[in-house]
């Protein structure tokens, strides 16, 4: 099973970007799935996740100015991110917990850099 990010890019602050991760694989289910992300010289922090039933939480930091959402018919997971500030630049994250043929599955993608600046 594979996750593949895309969405990333270099916006102007107060700008926005959508985030999407599409899940790839044969007899997988994820429950949670969720967006982290890193900053230069920070560690990996949680910035939402959402469960399969469509229960979200959200980082602080991001609380009003992020959405997370999911289609489980597709296996995707989508951030949008608006009201973008400078302090948001970091390589984003997606990553999923689930099973698969009934054992326990845990993936992260390769990451897509979102860059805020002016």
């Known amino acids: 099973v594979q996750l593949v990010e895309s969405g990333g890019g270099l916006v102007q602050p107060g700008g926005s970007l959508r985030l999407s991760c599409a899940a790839s694989?044969?007899?997988?289910?994820?429950?949670?799935m969720a967006w982290y992300r890193q900053a230069p010289g920070k560690q990996r922090e949680l910035v939402a996740a959402?469960?399969?039933?469509?229960?979200?939480n959200y980082a602080d930091s991001v609380k009003g100015r992020f959405t997370i959402s999911r289609d489980n018919a597709k296996n995707t997971v989508y951030l949008q991110t608006n009201s973008l500030k400078p302090e948001d630049t970091a390589v984003y994250y997606c990553?999923?917990?689930?099973?698969?043929?009934?054992?326990?599955?845990?993936?992260w993608g390769q990451g897509t850099q979102v860059t805020v600046s002016s």
């Open positions: 959402i469960s399969s039933g469509g229960s979200t």
């Open positions: 694989g044969n007899n997988f289910r994820f429950n949670t």
């Open positions: 990553n999923a917990k689930g099973s698969q043929n009934g054992i326990p599955l845990f993936r």
